[in-house]
């Protein structure tokens, strides 16, 4: 059915723009770029530098779910922790060596994701928002009871984690942690950035966009999702032993929905299905969070309510969404 | 192996209500067929059961003489059967142009490729452009479906079927909703389809049914009332009672 004469030099421009689509822009590198010069300026605050980091690692394992695939969650928590009772249960055991923690975290994340995503991933809407709930629920209870392993409420104890490499300390600064966590981050962005423009990534779009068209045109729509449910979690995991090896520790916390529930946040803040999202509204939600929260912690959530009440009433899309009308406003003007 | 798709039996009920009733119904290979009845006759019923949107109670379907009763609606795709919808059921928020690539990379087994940008496909590319250049869609390419007009997502719709190659292709109301003025180009892009597709157009429109069809099955209250030529069917005293106030003028 190809045409020949179309040549490679004269493709149409419609044809040309989507067959360039996936090509790196230039503003693609400025979060890296902020984060290596944080290193630098704020070398004081280089341990919540990697909280953030984590943090949006964990945020970009949502929006793949929500963002792309249209999975509405609040259960990502419950992979979250497993990968970090993961890590951190090997390291009070006598393995700390982090890279292969973070392995076993992510394996933890996705075998979790895949055992539940092909039980949940069949129901649609407000029932599969509940099942995401109840695993992470479920989860949290089961890791309080299991105290003689977990540390139930009191958290994990005596975690030793290796030296990275052998060489690098996780010292009290958080050099360490900060660089470790931003190279962990940046690999997982290069695997997600490849799936979101890879022809799977948008057949996630499609089942987002249109469930009924997608089915019509002979895509496995169930298959399709519980890989890229089984992904997430595996993100989701590796970004929780990372939490547990830079911390040295793990509370129950990790696995609450409350982790869950904030990250949709801070998603939906800096815009969901994106890519970037996360790394907006992390960093905005938790620097206003440092800043403000201690000195007056109730007025701190009035303040992010209201941010986020009018980013869902004006600005659809959140602050990238708005970014981008901007852009495209100021480009249709010239 | 002449007959392309058949039901046997075909029921579906929901609680007490009867919304296809032992349909027998036979698509021939190259068949031109219009399936017609009155509003609520089950029309998209059948066509939902026969793609899969929903199972019978009883009854069995058969694609290219295998039973498919069974099969989930990708794998009846897969097998050459394609529909477009009553109401357009597109990406409405991706450009023409790759509302059609995406049927085309199911078609050809590379949707779920996930080590290369789908921009790498240049074949799939290539062909959903020279699709649009077909039916007119070209200049839109790049425009998000949400964008057009309900005529030309019409053609969208229509791409879309097409870009799966299918053997058996069902039109749910293909000109529905679209002004005189475009449904010139649906109706001729329907008659100048490859001669071996199996068509089953399901109208309301008479002139259309008469225009495109050879064959014509009536329907009525989930059951098939009548099948015949379009002569027979035009002076078939049943038919003519059953349409008798909704075409009464004609």
């Not at chain 2, 694609?63 to 529909?83: F, H, I, S, Y």
């Not at chain 2, 590319?125 to 057009?148: F, I, K, P, S």
């Not at chain 2, 099955?217 to 015949?228: K, Y």
């Amino acid at each position: 059915m190809r045409l020949g004469t179309a040549g490679r030099d004269t493709a149409p421009p419609a044809v040309e723009a989507l067959l360039r689509r996936h090509r790196l822009r230039a503003w693609e590198l400025a979060p890296w770029l902020v984060a290596v010069a944080v290193y630098f300026i704020f070398p004081g605050y280089l341990a919540l530098g990697a909280q953030i980091l984590i943090s949006i690692l964990f945020a970009l394992s949502i929006d793949l779910i929500l963002g792309y695939a249209g999975i509405i969650t609040l259960g990502q928590s419950a992979f979250f922790g497993a990968g970090a009772y993961a890590a951190g249960l090997l390291a009070a055991h006598g393995w700390g060596e982090p890279l292969s923690g973070l392995v076993v975290g992510g394996l933890v994340g996705a075998a979790l994701g895949l055992v539940s995503g092909a039980i949940i991933l069949r129901t649609q809407g407000l029932s599969l928002l509940m099942l995401t709930l109840v695993i992470a629920v479920m989860l949290q209870e089961a890791a309080n009871k299991a105290g003689s392993i977990t540390g139930g409420a009191d958290g994990l104890q005596g975690m030793e984690v290796w030296p990275l490499f052998g060489v690098f300390h996780f010292g009290l600064y958080g050099r360490t942690a900060y660089l470790y966590s931003l190279a962990v981050l940046f690999l997982a962005w290069l695997l997600a950035r490849r799936l979101v423009h890879s022809p799977f990534g948008r057949s996630l779009t499609g089942i987002r966009e249109n469930e009924a068209r997608m089915h019509a045109i002979g895509s496995p729509v169930f298959r399709r999702r519980l890989v890229i449910y089984t992904i997430a979690a595996a993100f989701a995991g590796v970004a929780g032993a990372l939490l547990a090896e830079t911390t040295q520790f793990v509370a129950l916390e990790v696995l609450g929905f409350e982790r869950s529930g904030s990250a949709l946040v801070m998603l939906i803040i800096g815009g969901v299905g994106r890519l970037y999202g996360a790394f907006i509204g992390v960093p905005i939600y938790m620097i206003a969070q440092d800043r403000f929260a201690q000195a007056d912690p109730v007025y701190w959530d009035f303040w992010i309510g209201l941010l986020l009440i009018l980013v869902v009433v004006f600005a659809r899309g959140g602050l990238i969404g708005s970014i981008e009308q901007l852009l495209h406003r100021f480009r249709r003007r010239r | 192996m002449s007959v392309a798709l058949e039901t046997a039996g075909l029921c579906k009920t929901f609680g007490a209500l009867t919304v296809a009733n032992a349909i027998d119904f036979r698509l021939e290979r190259g068949a031109r067929h219009a399936l017609i009845g009155p509003n609520g006759a089950g029309k998209t019923t059948f066509v939902n059961l026969v793609t899969g949107a929903l199972s019978p109670s009883s009854g069995r379907i058969l694609l290219e003489g295998d039973d498919v009763t069974a099969l989930p609606q990708a794998q009846r795709v897969k097998r050459g059967l394609a529909r477009t919808f009553q109401l357009n059921t597109l990406f409405r928020g991706l450009s023409v142009l790759e509302n059609v690539c995406m049927a085309i990379g199911e078609r050809l087994g590379v949707a779920g490729e996930m080590h290369r940008p789908a921009g790498s496909r240049r074949a799939v590319v290539d062909e959903g452009y020279h699709a649009l250049e077909r039916l007119g869609l070209a200049e839109d390419a790049l425009r998000l479906v949400r964008e057009l007009p309900y005529g030309r997502q019409r053609l969208v719709e229509l791409a879309v079927a097409l870009g799966l190659e299918p053997k058996v292709l069902l039109l749910d109301e293909p000109a529905a909703g679209v002004p005189s003025a475009e449904s010139g180009i649906i109706v001729e892009t329907i008659e100048s389809l490859p001669a071996e597709i199996a068509l089953l157009i399901i109208e309301h429109d008479m002139d259309l049914v008469f225009r495109l069809a050879r064959r014509i099955t009536v329907l009525v209250q989930g059951g098939v009332l009548v099948e015949g030529t379009p002569q027979e069917i035009a002076a078939d005293p049943r038919v003519r009672e059953v349409y008798l106030g909704e075409h009464a003028g004609r």
